[in-house]
């Protein structure tokens, strides 16, 4: 029977689910783009209705903004009066009407936690959400205890107490040149990936990825270290240690004092976004409007992006901060096509459509070699597991659709010992719009597993190739398993229209035993390609 997990795939907060799961763009009035937006926030117009004063709400005033033109709502505990952004919002007014009058944290949440709201709608900002009286805790006195790697658990629910992983903890020691951080996870599926580090100057933040959660690690050190560090994963025991130089070889009497949420194991639906400024090392062109972006990371910063998953950058448009989210891919499919070699994992590389009349896209092909991007930690909840012990993948790819299939394609070719045959339909509108078209022929010849199929849209006269749209006619050739009881992965990725006819169709094709039908996350928002503008 064919598995289609009904809530997994696409992830609750993916760019895939935004766009199919009811959130489309809608249409636009004339001078109501994001740009248009932003020059609206600049022209000092009074947009919350108090002359400038902020003031605190509580939660009886808040309900009585609740209409179109007086629209308040409550975003993790700030209120903004965005009555004035209606008309600007590509989802629609209906859509910030869901939360009016009200705390729309969680709806935010599931539609665009990626956006910087608090820099589209800082105008906005009314004020603060009223704090009822309450008893809290002093941590002052905890703070000032020495941190000897292994501080008290940080409060964690029961529910994520009994449902969620055993309870991850730390250690550290040293020698005279050097700190070793341990951190053991209790689990085994841990690797590279799953840790993510960042130091500066004295503040050391490590997060790691267990199952749904994240363990933070975050450490005000108590002496200085060098940039450069190294980290090594025993995957038996599910140990990580991330060892440190430091800059004078003196014994340290503790590792430091902690710092926001240290030690806590969070779900990571409920963690915000953090972000590390990378360097642009090269810029060249792949198609006439697709760039290969080179970003080199921090040399204070340890981040492997998992196959399937995203990241977002980062830039300030006119005063304005600007997030996109995008699927970094590798430097290239060949080895012949890497030139220079760079190490990878202190770069990282993305395919980026620049759109003309886009706001981040053309920002971001202005920046000059040496400019700096904002990159977030990964996201996305696509599992390598689901490669074991695979057969057949078929992948489905339309224009920048493809960037998922970059890394899956590396993989599978690479480290999957049972794979028999993967199978590559590549739709784009013409011939000079494919990406690496040339890499991926040369790929097809070299390892005689890959099949590759380019499906062109609005194709030249002397094009000889397949011609069309998806349809049930050029899948059912294409969608052909190797063995009749072959394990099979079919991944699709493109613009929503695409992606949701894809799905229909091997719903009904594949009513086999071992197959796995999987719509990856596309790295950028793409809603509605008519209404797509501001991309």
């Known amino acids: 029977m064919l598995n289609v997990p009904s809530q997994s795939f696409p992830a609750p907060r993916s760019q895939q689910r935004v766009a199919s799961g009811g959130r489309s763009k809608v249409p636009l009035k004339q001078g109501r783009s994001l740009m248009d937006w932003i020059r609206l926030t600049k022209s000092r117009k009074d947009l919350t209705g108090l002359k400038g004063r902020l003031i605190e709400v509580t939660e009886e005033e808040l309900k009585k903004h609740n209409k179109k033109d007086d629209c308040w709502i409550c975003i993790r505990g700030f209120v903004y009066n965005v009555s004035p952004y209606m008309e600007y919002h590509p989802g629609g007014e209906d859509e910030l009407m869901r939360a009016a009058g009200s705390d729309g944290t969680e709806l935010f949440d599931q539609v665009h936690r990626w956006v910087n709201y608090e820099s589209m709608l800082k105008e906005c900002l009314v004020g603060r959400m009223a704090i009822k009286p309450t008893v809290l805790k002093d941590y002052r006195e905890e703070e000032k205890k020495v941190l000897n ?3 008290p658990k940080s409060q964690v629910t029961d529910t994520l107490a009994k449902e969620g992983p055993s309870y991850p903890s730390y250690d550290w020691f040293q020698t005279d040149s050097l700190v070793t951080i341990a951190i053991y996870t209790k689990q085994k599926d841990i690797n590279l990936d799953s840790i993510i580090v960042d130091h500066q100057n004295d503040s050391f933040r490590a997060e790691t990825i267990i199952k749904d959660c994240l363990y933070l690690i975050h450490i005000g050190l108590s002496h200085e270290v060098q940039e450069d560090f190294s980290v090594r994963v025993v995957e038996s025991v599910g140990k990580i240690e991330i060892v440190l130089k430091k800059k004078e070889n003196t014994s ?25 400024k990378c360097q642009l090392i090269s810029k060249e062109d792949v198609t006439h409007d697709t760039r290969l972006f080179c970003l080199m990371l921090p040399p204070s ?13 980062k830039l300030s448009v006119t005063g304005t901060e600007i997030v996109k989210p995008y699927t970094p891919v590798s430097g290239s499919l060949l080895a012949e096509f890497k030139e220079p070699v760079l190490p990878n994992n202190k770069y990282i590389y993305f395919l980026i459509k620049i759109y003309p009349t886009g706001l981040f896209t053309s920002e971001l092909d202005r920046l000059q070699i040496g400019d700096f991007v ?13 490669f074991q012990e695979l057969e057949d993948l078929f992948l489905l790819a339309a224009g920048t659709g493809f960037t998922p299939m970059v890394k899956i394609l590396n993989y599978a070719l690479t480290d999957i010992p049972s794979l028999r045959k993967v199978k590559l339909m590549f739709f784009n509108k013409t011939e000079d719009d494919i990406i690496w078209r040339s890499q991926l022929e040369k790929l097809a010849f070299k390892d005689k597993r890959l099949d590759v199929e380019f499906v062109l849209s609005a194709p030249t006269s002397e094009w000889n190739g397949k011609q069309g749209h998806i349809s049930p006619a050029l899948l059912s050739e294409f969608l052909k398993r190797n063995l009749d009881k072959s394990k099979v992965l079919v991944c699709i990725c493109g613009p929503v229209p695409f992606t949701e006819q894809g799905v229909r169709f091997p719903k009904i094709k594949f009513q086999l035993q071992n197959c796995l039908f999987q719509p990856l996350t596309l790295g950028y928002y793409r809603g509605p390609l008519k209404h797509a503008k501001d991309r």
């Open 374 to 386: 904002s990159v977030s930690s990964p996201e996305g909840n696509f599992k390598i597991s689901k």
């Open 149 to 151: 790697g292994m501080l």
């Open 252 to 276: 340290w009497d503790f590792l430091g004092h902690p710092l926001k949420n240290h030690n806590s194991l969070i779900p990571r639906k409920d963690t915000g976004l953090y972000y590390r």
């Open 301 to 313: 910063t340890h981040l492997q992006v998992p196959i399937g998953q995203h990241v977002y950058l």
